[in-house]
């Protein structure tokens, strides 16, 4: 069992910046890949980045180059920097833990909201 604690969202104007945080307890030595997927209404939940243990990321389209998802290991926790925020962005963000496998379980946090006005 995995238990993810998102926070940092908030509302903010476009341009402007917003750092979200996950914190991941439970059975942590056995998670390969932390993301931040979001979720806008009327919308499906789509990748936002993704990290694997090893370090490796990967970005949607719509973020590279404002988004920077990193991973501190010494707090078991993982960050996602927002920066150029435009409307388009806002939507529920979701923190996801995978484990290493088989089977792959994966868990998900409760959710922050992220605002971004024009």
């Known amino acids: 069992q995995v238990q993810l604690v998102e926070s940092g969202g908030g509302l903010v104007q476009a341009g402007g910046s917003l750092r979200l945080s996950c914190a991941a307890s439970?059975?942590?030595?056995?998670?390969?890949?932390m993301g931040w997927y979001r979720q806008a209404p009327g919308e499906q939940r789509e990748l936002v980045a993704a990290i694997i243990s090893g370090g490796k990321s990967n970005y949607a389209d719509s973020v590279k180059g404002r988004f920077t998802i990193s991973r501190d290991n010494a707090k078991n926790t993982v960050y996602l920097q927002m920066n150029s925020l435009k409307p388009e962005d806002t939507a529920v963000y979701y923190c996801?833990?995978?484990?290493?496998?088989?089977?792959?379980?994966?868990?998900w946090g409760q959710g922050t909201q992220v605002t971004v006005s024009s």
């Open positions: 439970g059975s942590i030595f056995s998670v390969n890949v």
């Open positions: 996801n833990a995978v484990l290493r496998g088989p089977p792959q379980y994966s868990y």
